[in-house]
C-alpha cells in the first residue's frame, strides 16, 4: 500500500527537470541583467579616479597618464 510505485520515478524526475529548467532560466536572467547594466562602468570611473589622483599628485607623467587613460577607455 505505501510501497514505491514504479510511475513515481517519472514524477520524481519530471519534478528534478522542472528544478533545473527554472533554476538554469533563472541562472540565466541574472547574468543576463549583470552583463547589460553597464556595472563594469563603475569599476572604471573608479579606475579613472585613482588615476587623475595619481597624475594630480605627480606620482606620473602626462604622457603615462594619457597611456593609460587610452587603456582604461577601450
Given at each position: 500500500?505505501w510501497?514505491?510505485?514504479?510511475g ?20 540565466l ?22 588615476l ?14 594619457e ?8
Amino acid at each position: 500500500m505505501w510501497g514505491w510505485d514504479p510511475g513515481a520515478g517519472w514524477i520524481v524526475l519530471m519534478l528534478l527537470m522542472m528544478a533545473l529548467f527554472w533554476g538554469g532560466t533563472i541562472l540565466l536572467i541574472i547574468w543576463g541583467v549583470r552583463q547589460f547594466t553597464g556595472s563594469s562602468g563603475q569599476r572604471d570611473s573608479r579606475a579613472l579616479e585613482i588615476l587623475e589622483e595619481r597624475y594630480a599628485r605627480g606620482d606620473i607623467d602626462r604622457e603615462e597618464f594619457e597611456s593609460r587613460r587610452q587603456d582604461l577607455r577601450r
